[in-house]
């Protein structure tokens, strides 16, 4: 049978704390395990789900 009670690992990548902090709440809330870091270096080490990266040019 499957566990639907699984949570989501999802890796928020955002060189800003103050935003990495609001987008885990929001997970959080939402059922998921929000997994938060500043760069892309630190995100390749990560097994995940989703990952949401704010990518400016």
């Known amino acids: 049978?499957?566990?639907?009670?699984?949570?989501?690992?999802?890796?928020?990548?955002?060189?800003?704390?103050?935003?990495?902090?609001?987008?885990?709440?929001l997970l959080v809330k939402s059922g998921n395990e929000p997994i938060a870091v500043e760069t892309m270096e630190a995100a390749t080490k990560r097994v995940i789900s989703l990952t949401i990266i704010n990518y400016t040019l």
Do not use: T
């Open 1 to 25: 049978m499957f566990n639907y009670n699984l949570m989501n690992k999802v890796l928020i990548v955002d060189a800003s704390e103050s935003d990495r902090r609001l987008m885990a709440g």
